[in-house]
C-alpha cells in the first residue's frame, strides 16, 4: 500500500513562503508516473480539499484560492512532488497532505502549515 510522507510545513508570518515536498517511496516508478499527482488540505473543523494537481507531463491545476501565489511541482525520477507557497495567508493555515489527483493512496501524517498574521 502506498502512502505518501509529506515534509516541510511549518510557522511562518502571513506574506511568508514555504516550500512542501512529498515522496511516495513505496510507489512502483513507472505507476507513480502515470499518475496525476495532487496536493490537498484540511483546515480545523472543515473538509480536506483538492488545491493544486500536476499530470505526468507537468500540466498543472489549481484551485482558485491558491492560483497565482502557489505552485506544484514533480520529481517522476525520485517519486517526489512539491508545494512552493507564496505570499501566504492565515487562511492557508491547515494540515497539507499529497495523494494521487483521485486521493487512491493511503492518507500520510500530512505536514502542518500554520501562516501567523
Known amino acids: 500500500q502506498v502512502q505518501p510522507v509529506e515534509s516541510g510545513g511549518g510557522l511562518v508570518q502571513a506574506g511568508g513562503s514555504l516550500r512542501l515536498s512529498c515522496k511516495a517511496s513505496?510507489?512502483?516508478?513507472?505507476?507513480?508516473?502515470?499518475?496525476?499527482m495532487g496536493w490537498y488540505r484540511q483546515a480545523p473543523g472543515k473538509q480536506r480539499e483538492l488545491v493544486a494537481t500536476?499530470?505526468?507531463?507537468?500540466?498543472?491545476n489549481y484551485s482558485d484560492s491558491v492560483k497565482g501565489r502557489f505552485t506544484i511541482s514533480r520529481d517522476n525520477a525520485n517519486k517526489k512532488i512539491y508545494l512552493q507557497m507564496n505570499s501566504l495567508r492565515p487562511e492557508d493555515t491547515a494540515v497539507y497532505y499529497c495523494?494521487?489527483?483521485?486521493?487512491?493512496?493511503?492518507w500520510g501524517q500530512g505536514t502542518q502549515v500554520t501562516v501567523s498574521s
Open positions: 513505496r510507489a512502483i516508478t513507472s505507476v507513480f508516473n502515470s499518475k496525476i
Open positions: 495523494n494521487t489527483g483521485t486521493g487512491e493512496w493511503s
Open positions: 500536476i499530470t505526468r507531463l507537468s500540466s498543472t
